[in-house]
């Protein structure tokens, strides 16, 4: 009978074409995104706890019962010093790519760790500096440290935010699920030596690991989704966030599904686990959104409002940055002072508060103030207070070399601008402002506008589908597309390979028209390598390009084309200003720009 039974479902027309309709590399990817999501659901779950248990359970509540709140700087200071060690041993640094081109180096567990993500998650495409260096593919991510660097950055952002750093949990996480879920498939020696002495090894190896960049950067994904829907127990926008802050506007479907498994995982534990849907903040009451043309209009005005603060935001960071590095050049001193300053800058709104509220407004993830303000709680002066403590000490703990994130204090500071509103305007309950003001701050400060239609819409229901969507609109008008996190991809035309070296386009001026690039001599004139040629050419009617990698050097010259040219940084600043200087017009022949260059 089992036997008859075995032989009819194998017939079944379904499962006889199973393997066609849900082939092996399915098999594996679903398998391998769900092993994704348990460990690392496991290790951010873990912080997440450690995190709340330390600083608001064991530190805060001792600080606020001593005699005095200036006890907060120990702490602070202690949190910070561990921090440093964990900087000054094993640690290895990232190296990305800015706006303009220009390669500038990261700490791994320094700063907010999806900086640290994104710039790691692209180690593996295929690259000209690659290319220069003999390197390939996952390689170049296996030479980076995955298992031990998830490690250091639990205990780095443990050290930061448990002690009272100010900053977010969610974008810290991101480096560790991005350094797990690349770990469980990065050769090891104790791996090799298995494969050689026990064939199933071997076989569960080969069927195992990643060797293709495509097939590791779906599990990198993977890990990032399920680190962030551990935290906001939005599963779905957790998803899309990942995809979304790797590839900006063209989120990768393929891609996103792979995503969306772990993310789901990750959220159902929590759920187990915490005996409910989890979610990062504590809603009460879901209060639905009124229907009137003034809270419309007043959600388009605090929309602009927030993307006003985001650009100062940006601009802060950029000088907190700079002064942190030019002036605290000594890793001591540069860790203790933002402590110190951290502590400080909460201080201050606590007593300009009148003692109303605790340390935790302007310390910690700020979680316990997007809470306060969702129930009402704060005035519009203590919101505005709030709103300049939190940023200073953020940028005080993150760029002075804390572990922390930027992701939940940009959502902080939307909140406050909706809660100071609420109250001056007094017609609004509080969260009909808040949430689609949390939609606006991700879109002006981190640019994930469809991961912040769907955070809202998951967290704080559909009803708020449409003011989230006014608010993504308007924000997006002052935006401009723009981002805290300094290491997304952007395509420029002047860009380095290598620190010191670039690539740059010039326009072939009117002096060298017709002229070969053996009649140019840059290589021995200038120390330069004309690597390609951008032909200009018109063809019914139509400018048209074609492109000549390697270009033969008795090749004619054609006033408008642009030679692709490779060297040195302060060889290629002579060379274009010798062009400049020949030509006499003072055009610039370096940054050309292409309709496909955006």
Known sequence: ?????????????????????????????????????VVVWAIVYSLKVSVHWLFDELILPRVESSASLFVILLPL???????????????????YRDNTGHIHPLVDVEGDGLERAIALYYTSEPTLEQALLGKEGVDVRWELPTFSLALRKFGATLATLGSGGSGGLEASVTLIGESVSAGLFKPRRTISRAKETLEPVNWVWRWWQSTDPDDLQTAQLGGIAAAVSTL???PFAAAFFATEVMYRRRPLISKLVYSLIPSLIAFFLSEIVGHGPPSVFHVAERIVPPNTLVYYLSVVLMAFIISLVALSFRRLRDVASHGFRRFMPHLWMRHVAGALLTGLIALAVVYLTGHEYGLDLVLGTGEAGIDAALLGELSWKVAM???????????????SGGSAGLLVPSVFFGTMVAAGMADMLGQFPPMALIVPAMTASLVSIVNVPLAAILFAVEVFGASYMVPALIALVAASILAHEGTIYRSQRERVERRQILPGYGVRRFIVPPHWDGRTLIEMDVRKRFGLNVIGVVEQRTQNGRLQQQVRLEPPS??????????VVLGEEAKLDAFEADLQERDGSGQEFSDVRFADAE
Do not use: C, W
């Not at 207070?385 to 760029?399: D, F, N, P, R």
């Not at 008795?554 to 030679?563: E, F």
């Open 77 to 95: 200071v202690l949190g910070a010093l561990l921090m440093m060690l964990f900087v000054k041993h094993g640690t290895s640094t990232i190296h």
């Open 1 to 37: 009978m089992p036997d008859n039974l075995e032989h009819k479902l194998r017939h079944i027309p379904l499962l006889k074409h199973f393997s066609n309709y849900f082939d092996a590399q399915e098999r594996r990817l679903v398998l391998r995104s769900i092993i994704i999501g």
């Open 385 to 399: 207070l709030a709103l300049v403590g939190k940023m200073l000490a953020t940028l005080a703990t993150i760029e």
């Open 232 to 234: 906001l127990g939005a």
């Open 554 to 563: 008795s090749q004619p010259m054609h006033r408008g084309d642009v030679m």
